[in-house]
């Protein structure tokens, strides 16, 4: 991607998508017009391999039988039609809580309305206090102490006997993860602390992920780890109990602001995001398989209609991002695989809806459905906490969460002084 020479000349494509969460909109206009003008002298190439990669999958589809496009995906997720489907609807009918929020960065960086490549863009002042690692891993284990005593006793462990690695070093790799190793041994986490609240929650996140396989040990190493549409609910939940902990504990409204918009932007990005580009999948597969090959143009059309009906009049989809469907990796090498990011989610949050429902009366049956790993289906696991995968109600109980957390980001931010 060619950027101007003031903001480093050629970057990869990765770069060049960061630089639209700059403060300066001229920065992110000029970013998303190199990336589109990037984009165009292989887009018709594209579009012709994924038209055969469309029409390759219907002709398999249809040799073994699946009554769908997406069956083959939900098979290897261990998902029903049905769930999913399920979660779709639930998702597309809560666009409102995305259009609110982006209206509400609008407002904030003293704009009309935004454009597309102004979705990304901060509207955090910085500044926020340093949380140290002593202090950090406190308020984490407060969290889960708060909830389980067991987990709380498996986080200490994690810290106190250093399963955790998280000081920043020299060419150390950047994020944060936790890696399953052999049953019979505990899993790590590393990190990259920077104190910072953010840090707190990612701490938290990944804690969940090790509790998870800590419990799920005794399933043995074919049944510890889940699939991806469950991988997610320890550790999201253990971020959400550790965000309201957070919450709680922060007098500042603007660093309650800063807290809040980090997990909306999460949250929009994993479930609102990836259902739109779901219902784009949708949109491309089902027009090969009854009207024929797909021009670039009806991929543009399609892919525009995803995107506005996510982002409603809250935002300007200009005819540069038509093209942005083609740099998505997903939509050639696994067909289908997006909705998992949502599925995880918002499954997660829609267990910890429960949990607030049910109280203390819930941890038994959740930690049972931690130690059983992947040795069910998510419908048996979900079903062990009382879940119905099936039911758009049951994904509608995370999407309120999401709701609320942009309610507190608005009072956040008039208390700020923002609006």
Not at 173 to 198: D, I, K, M, Q
Request: charged letters at 20%; glycine letters at 8%.
């Amino acid at each position: 991607v060619d950027l101007p020479e003031a903001m480093g000349g050629t970057v990869g494509l990765m770069t060049a998508l960061a630089q639209l969460q700059h403060s300066e909109p001229e920065v992110r206009e000029s970013s998303a017009a190199a990336v589109t003008t990037a984009l165009a002298p292989g887009l018709r190439t594209r579009a012709f391999i994924y038209n055969t990669l469309l029409l390759d999958k219907s002709i398999d589809d249809r040799l073994r039988d699946y009554p769908s496009w997406i069956t083959s995906r939900n098979m290897a997720n261990e998902a029903s039609d049905a769930s999913v489907q399920a979660l779709v609807d639930a998702v597309v009918s809560r666009y409102d809580i995305p259009q609110r929020w982006y209206a509400l960065k609008a407002e904030i960086l003293g704009v009309d309305r935004l454009r597309d490549f102004d979705r990304m863009a901060s509207v955090t002042a910085g500044g926020s206090a340093e949380i140290g690692w002593a202090e950090g891993t406190s308020i984490v284990r407060d969290a889960y102490a708060s909830f389980s005593d067991e987990l709380a006793g498996i986080v200490g462990r994690f810290i106190d006997e250093r399963w955790i690695d998280a000081p920043v070093r020299p060419g150390k790799r950047g994020g944060a993860f936790c890696a399953y190793g052999v049953p019979e041994h505990h899993p790590y986490v590393l990190l990259n602390w920077t104190s910072t609240a953010r840090d707190v929650a990612t701490l938290a996140h990944e804690l969940g992920h090790g509790v998870h396989g800590y419990l799920a040990r005794e399933q043995g190493i074919f049944h510890q780890s889940t699939p991806l549409t469950l991988a997610e609910t320890a550790s999201v939940f253990g971020e959400t109990v550790t965000n309201n902990r957070l919450l709680e504990s922060l007098d500042d409204p603007e660093e309650r602001f800063s807290l809040l918009a980090a997990t909306l932007e999460d949250s929009i990005a994993t479930v609102f995001r990836q259902v739109a580009m779901n219902r784009f999948e949708h949109s491309c597969h089902s027009h090969r398989r009854e009207v024929g090959e797909l021009s670039v143009e009806t991929f543009g059309d399609y892919w525009a209609e995803s995107q506005t009906a996510m982002l409603g009049e809250a935002v300007e989809v200009t005819e540069g991002y038509r093209t942005w469907w083609s740099y998505v990796p997903h939509f050639i090498a696994t067909p289908g695989y997006v909705y998992a990011y949502a599925y995880g989610q918002l499954l997660a949050l829609s267990v910890y809806a429960r949990y607030r429902e049910q109280g203390d009366s819930f941890v038994p049956a959740y930690l049972d459905m931690l130690r059983a790993g992947g040795s069910m289906s998510p419908e048996a696991l979900t079903a062990i906490v009382g879940c119905d995968l099936t039911d758009p109600g049951f994904w509608s109980a995370g999407l309120d969460i999401v709701e609320g957390q942009l309610n507190a980001a608005v009072d956040a931010a008039r208390a700020a002084g923002r609006l």
